[in-house]
């Protein structure tokens, strides 16, 4: 069974999270929290908080089934980070002139499965 969580409409670049996605993909979901722990970007935080959040469903779902499983047993199959919704905004220039800034975000998903379902 799969276990996903997400974070839709992220304040961030999603060119600014994929390469912590990438560094994370197909590790141990504890292995990956203590990876993305050490690294000094905002987007880390980010895609920590989205795999806590899918080690806590798979927790629950776990519990009530009366099977207790640890993170350990837990992979991370697919972390994907796509592009969202921009806001523009627009920044005066020279001669009346209007420069588009855009305002990026991005929508974070993570999905787990243990171990002896791979």
């Known amino acids: 069974m799969a276990y996903r969580a ?9 060119r600014k999270v994929r390469p912590l996605a990438n560094l994370v993909r197909g590790k141990f979901a504890d292995e990956a929290l203590e990876i993305l722990r050490y690294q000094p970007h905002r987007g880390a935080r980010m895609l920590e908080k989205v795999i806590q959040s899918a080690v806590g469903s798979a ?7 009366g099977v207790s499983y640890g993170v350990e047993e837990l992979v991370v ?14 920044q005066p ?11 990026r975000t991005s929508h974070i998903s993570v999905e787990l499965k243990r171990l002896e379902e791979l």
């Open 6 to 14: 997400s974070h839709k409409y992220a304040r961030i670049s999603a």
């Open 59 to 65: 927790q629950d779902t776990e519990q009530n089934k």
């Open 77 to 90: 199959v697919d972390a994907r980070v796509d592009g969202g919704p921009m806001f523009k905004r627009f």
């Open 93 to 103: 220039r020279s001669r009346g002139q209007a420069f588009t800034i855009l305002k």
